[in-house]
């Protein structure tokens, strides 16, 4: 992928939609104080924590940037539970715990995920210009792997099921 312009960078608010609780939340544009505390919190391994989809840190990523009106939707609370064991206990439950517990399905971390890269400045086609360089490196990938250095044989790779080895 070609390298991305700094004037390319343009902070904008995000937004995803939550099936569980049916609603859409905020998230304000990173701002200076933001990146102090992601560079603070992941370092080095924000790039890393993007690329391999991490979602626990992304959620945390995400609820910090959530509005403060969207937040309030995360309090903590007791509530009741019922443990591996069947016992009823109480414990509190609150903030980006919670987030994590709410977003179900890999179309729900993928939309929380563009709605981060939208708040640090990565528009739509940026996303999907990554996207489709990130499918590109796959399909490489995968093609030397079938049939590359690595492969354990020289043999192109037979994609019509037949066998290839005579009998006789």
């Known amino acids: 992928m070609r390298p991305i312009k700094l004037e390319e960078l343009v902070p904008l608010p995000g937004e995803f939609y939550l099936r569980a609780t049916q609603k859409t939340y905020h998230l304000r544009p990173v701002s200076i104080e933001d990146r102090v505390w992601i560079t603070s919190k992941y370092g080095s391994e924000l790039q890393q924590i993007f690329r391999e989809v991490r979602a626990k840190e992304i959620a945390a990523i995400a609820f910090h940037q959530l509005t403060d009106k969207d937040k309030a939707d995360f309090k903590k609370k007791t509530v009741e539970i019922v443990d591996e064991e069947g016992n009823t206990k109480e414990t509190e439950l609150g903030g980006v715990v919670v987030l994590r517990m709410l977003i179900q399905g890999n179309d729900e971390i993928t939309a929380v995920l563009t709605a981060l890269l939208h708040t640090i400045g990565i528009s739509e086609p940026l996303i999907e210009e990554m996207a489709?360089?990130?499918?590109?490196?796959?399909?490489?990938?995968?093609?030397?792997?079938?049939?590359?250095?690595?492969?354990?044989?020289?043999?192109?790779?037979?994609?019509?099921?037949?066998?290839?080895?005579?009998?006789?």
């Open 132 to 168: 489709a360089d990130a499918d590109s490196e796959l399909a490489q990938k995968k093609n030397e792997n079938v049939t590359g250095e690595r492969s354990l044989t020289s043999l192109p790779a037979n994609m019509d099921g037949a066998s290839t080895k005579s009998v006789g």
